[in-house]
C-alpha cells in the first residue's frame, strides 16, 4: 500500500511537472507580423506604410554569382544592352540559352511579390490603426498602393500575364495561383490604385 502511495506521489508529480513545462516553453512570436496582428499607434501605422517600400532596396541588388547585375539584366533582353564582363551572363540572352530558373529570372519576381506582399498587408492594416487620423490613414494608403501598382508594373513589364492578387495570404495553398492577363492587372490594380493615389488620398501633387 506504502509502495502504491509512492508511485501514485510520483505520477502527480510528474504530471505537474510536464505540464507546467509545456506552459513554460510556449512563446508568442514576436519576430513576424501578420493581419491579426495589433497595430493601433501612429507610429505603428507609419511601420506599417514604411514596410511597403523595404523591396525597392532590391532593385538595385547584384545577382547570387559574382558580375550579376538585376537592373542591367532587366534590359539584356532587348538586345542592345552590353556589358563587358563574361560572368554578367548576357550571353545567355544573345544565344537564347538563358532559362526559366537563373536568378535573373526568380530574384525579380520574388523581390516584386514580396513588395506586393507588404503592401496588401498594411492595406488592410491601415483602416485599424486608431492612432492615426482620417487624413493620415487615407496618405498612408496612397503611398502603398502607389506601390503596389509599381510593383505589378515591373511584374507585368518583365513577365506579362501574372498571378492577380490584392489580399493578405492566410495559407500557403493560395500562393499558387493561375496567371491573369496583362491587361486585367492594368485595369483591376494598377490603374485603379494610381487613380486612388491621384484623386483621392491627399497626397501632396508635387516633384
Request: glycine share 10%; hydrophobic share 40%.
Amino acid at each position: 500500500m506504502k509502495e502504491m502511495k509512492y508511485i501514485l506521489l510520483l505520477v502527480l508529480g510528474l504530471g505537474l511537472t510536464l505540464g507546467s513545462c509545456q506552459k513554460f516553453l510556449e512563446e508568442t512570436p514576436t519576430g513576424s507580423l501578420t493581419d491579426k496582428s495589433a497595430i493601433t499607434s501612429y507610429a505603428g501605422g507609419v511601420a506599417l506604410t514604411t514596410g511597403g517600400y523595404r523591396t525597392l532596396v532590391n532593385w538595385t541588388n547584384a545577382s547570387a554569382w559574382w558580375g550579376g547585375n538585376l537592373v542591367n539584366a532587366l534590359e539584356y533582353a532587348t538586345g542592345e544592352a552590353y556589358s563587358q564582363y563574361q560572368a554578367a551572363d548576357l550571353y545567355k540572352f544573345e544565344t537564347d540559352v538563358e532559362s526559366g530558373d537563373s536568378g535573373y529570372f526568380i530574384d525579380p519576381w520574388n523581390n516584386w511579390y514580396g513588395g506586393v506582399r507588404d503592401c496588401n498587408l498594411a492595406i488592410k492594416m491601415i483602416p485599424g490603426v486608431t492612432g492615426m487620423t482620417a487624413a493620415d490613414k487615407s496618405k498612408a494608403l496612397g503611398e502603398l498602393r502607389t506601390l503596389r501598382a509599381f510593383y505589378y508594373f515591373c511584374l507585368v513589364r518583365h513577365y506579362g500575364d501574372v498571378p492577380y492578387n490584392i489580399s493578405v495570404l492566410t495559407d500557403i495553398t493560395q500562393a499558387s495561383k493561375p496567371r491573369t492577363s496583362l491587361k486585367a492587372i492594368y485595369d483591376k490594380i494598377i490603374v485603379p490604385d494610381l487613380e486612388y493615389a491621384v484623386n483621392e488620398s491627399g497626397l501632396a501633387d508635387a516633384k
